[in-house]
């Protein structure tokens, strides 16, 4: 099946088919294909076409099929009809497959052809108003007939069929959302014509718009079911042998704690924090007013990004090693961006004199935890070889990364850089996927990159198309953009995305790089301006006792036995994030003595998320320190202790919208 330009195996679950999507059915068996009128979505939500339905968000597949089922099943018998079997299937949809849009939904075309991809973003950026196929053509700078060709290549349809549907999207939500007369309504969406709309409407839609209007008046409240066609004799047989089934549990979750089933072992992370020079590095490590902890970061690396030139002329040998040493006792590793041979000179004889100055590394007696990582942008890679080679003879422990966007820009094939990267065998590799030249460079050169995958989505082909191990790749700038429900970082963090983040990060491994400190940015950072923890902190500390485990892992909790402890991660699905009145139930199955200990910490806006503590105008102000240490204070999430008082007594947990808890049981 292909759904905007997208063509993918079924495999017999369900298809979501959005209004304005373009879809082609290439070969399957006992279809049931299922038409409900755009009205009842909008009488469910008058903002229905500000939304769109993901089908991999979908839980409930088979509950929706079994409704059908036995609403067939009724009709072939002649039974009673359930009258809300359409009122339950739309419930669902909003309920776990609904994602908001920042404007009015428009269709997504799958394709990695550039030039064609810039003519769908010029022809969505006009649909209200009129152009024509030279038009397009003339934008991309290509013949019309090649982009004619295009059309019909990608889409199946021509320039003229694809460009009508758009408008079409646009007056029915005019139709349904106004009262602007039917020859209004074609001038706004950029029809020549009030008589070439209705002919366009009807040709499409098989009614006038006037008669679409005329429907709207006598529809009923409670959507019927009508059957278009006889049911096969082979589809009622397996119809029969289906038993009817309830909705997913999406409200209970019942867990066997001692059915644990590890489906697979976390990767080893690292955790990068940016800092662009020394001095900021400096402010943060000397400076009193901050009392950053970052223990419970994977590894945690220090990333300075800017080695000018004659930083070297400016630093106190004695302060620079006294911050280093500061580091590596705190388990933190150094990592210097190196971009010219210049800066490696000037790094070579800065460790040279660390080491020579600190005895206890130059033995082996502490552990050196410096990293460089070279900038292929701007070093060539035959001076990036020689400097690796130099240092390393000097000490083995020191780690190297190499920055790959320049590789990308230099080589003709991404294959090129995938076979250079596999010569230099470096500990970490550093893409900026969000960067819009990076991932334009990926679409142009290499066929299964496209613009309308998430970052996420890239970076993993990206990995996978190397046959490099996933905990060698850093993402080197981690945004809001990154998380695919957010609309492109227009939309609000929920905690839902963060877990989903960390479990990424724990499935795959390599390195995230993180501001310290937020500012006007997408950026993720860890602290806010004040140097107060931010969830994703919380989300750290909740996590650390899955890391480099076994764990077992579904779409609403995680669980790993460490030290002979249960861990136990609980969160609300990625789906549930619209649902604000949503509640979930875990009944924890055990048996577990009396007097196991239950300690459960819980993370949501009353405990844990310092930006509903402060003022929400977001403008600038001091705030006196004694003041964020009491605000600091309830910027953690709430402990809680249970005795187990009944020997096998099952648990109860109850987890609401937008919130993450942490159970750790301690069995007698």
């Known amino acids: 099946m292909t759904i905007n330009s997208s063509t993918f195996d079924l495999d017999n679950h369900i298809a979501i088919i959005n209004h304005g999507d373009i879809f082609n059915i290439e070969q399957g068996q ?3 294909e299922l038409r409900i009128p755009l009205v009842y979505f909008y009488m469910k939500d008058t903002q229905f076409f500000y939304h769109y339905f993901d089908r991999h968000l979908l839980q409930s597949n088979l509950y929706i099929k079994s409704l059908l089922f036995n609403r ?3 009709h072939v018998s002649d039974e009673i009809d359930d009258d809300d079997t359409i009122s339950k299937i739309i419930q669902t949809l909003f309920k776990e497959a609904v994602v908001k849009h920042p404007s009015l939904y428009t269709p997504r075309m799958s394709v990695n052809h550039p030039s064609f991809t810039k003519a769908l973003t010029f022809i969505n950026q006009h649909v209200l108003s009129y152009i024509t196929l030279s038009d397009v053509a003339q934008h991309c700078n290509i013949s019309e007939s090649y982009c004619s060709n295009l059309f019909g290549r990608y889409l ?9 549907t758009l408008k079409l999207c646009s007056a029915l939500h005019l139709l349904l959302t106004t009262r602007y007369s039917i020859s209004a309504i074609a001038t706004e969406i950029g029809f020549t014509s009030h008589t070439n709309f209705t002919n366009q409407f009807k040709k499409f839609l098989n009614f006038s718009p006037k008669q679409f209007r005329i429907r709207l008046q006598n529809i009923v409240d409670k959507p019927q079911l009508h059957f278009t066609q006889a049911i096969p004799d082979h589809l009622l047989s397996y119809i029969n042998q289906n038993t009817r089934l309830e909705q997913l549990a999406i409200e209970t979750t019942n867990i066997h704690i001692d059915h644990f089933k590890p489906q697979q072992q976390t990767q080893t992370a690292t955790a990068f924090i940016r800092f662009n020079t020394f001095n900021e590095l400096f402010h943060y490590l000397f400076n009193e007013y901050y009392n950053i902890d970052l223990s419970y970061l994977p590894h945690p690396t220090v990333l300075i990004n800017d080695l000018s030139n004659d930083w070297m002329q400016h630093l106190n040998q004695n302060l620079l090693n006294l911050s280093i040493e500061k580091l590596f006792d705190k388990n933190i590793s150094l990592a210097l961006t190196i971009k010219s041979k210049q800066q490696f000179d000037s790094v070579y004889q800065m460790i040279l004199n660390f080491l020579n100055d600190t005895q206890d590394y130059k033995k082996h007696l502490k552990q050196v935890k410096f990293m460089l990582i070279f900038d292929s942008a701007s070093m060539t890679p035959h001076d990036i070889h020689l400097a690796h080679l130099k240092l390393k003879n000097k000490h083995k422990n020191i780690k190297y990364g190499l920055i790959i966007d320049g590789l990308l820009r230099h080589f003709k094939t991404v294959q090129e850089t995938y076979d250079l990267m596999h010569r230099m065998n470096f500990h970490f590799y550093f893409i900026d996927i969000e960067n819009t030249n990076i991932k334009n460079l990926l679409v142009d050169k290499t066929k299964g990159f496209t613009h309308t995958a998430t970052h996420f989505e890239n970076y993993l082909r990206f990995i996978q198309e190397s046959q490099i191990p996933s905990y060698k790749f850093v993402y080197s700038h981690l945004s809001k953009r990154c998380f695919k429900y957010t609309n492109n970082g227009s939309l609000p963090l929920q905690l839902s995305d963060l877990v989903c983040h960390l479990t990424q990060l724990m499935k795959y491994g390599g390195g995230i790089c993180y501001r310290l400190f937020e500012d006007d940015s997408l950026d993720i950072a ?22 480099n485990e076994p764990i077992e892992i579904t779409n609403n909790y995680m669980l790993s036995r460490k030290d002979g402890d249960y861990h136990f991660l609980i969160f609300n699905k990625i789906n549930d994030r619209y649902l ?11 048996r577990l003595n009396t ?14 998320m310092i ?10 102000r001091y705030i006196e320190k004694h003041i964020l240490k009491h605000l600091d204070r309830s910027n953690y999430p709430k402990t809680e202790l249970y005795i187990q008082q009944i020997q096998h007594e099952t648990r109860e947990i109850t987890l609401k919208h937008d919130e993450v808890k942490y159970l750790c049981i301690k069995p007698t």
Do not use: C, R, W
């Open 526 to 547: 860890l602290f806010n301006k004040y140097g107060s923890l931010k969830p994703i902190m919380h989300l750290y500390q909740f996590v650390a006792a899955f890391m």
């Open 156 to 164: 199946h349809m021509n320039f003229k069929e694809y460009y009508t």
């Open 611 to 620: 930006a509903n503590l402060l003022p929400q105008d977001n403008n600038p």
């Open 580 to 590: 604000s009145d949503n509640k979930q139930i875990f009944k924890l199955n055990n």
């Open 595 to 608: 007097q196991t200990q239950f300690i459960m910490q819980t993370l949501n806006h009353e405990h844990g």
């Open 30 to 32: 006992n279809i049931v």
């Open 72 to 74: 067939i099943h009724q």
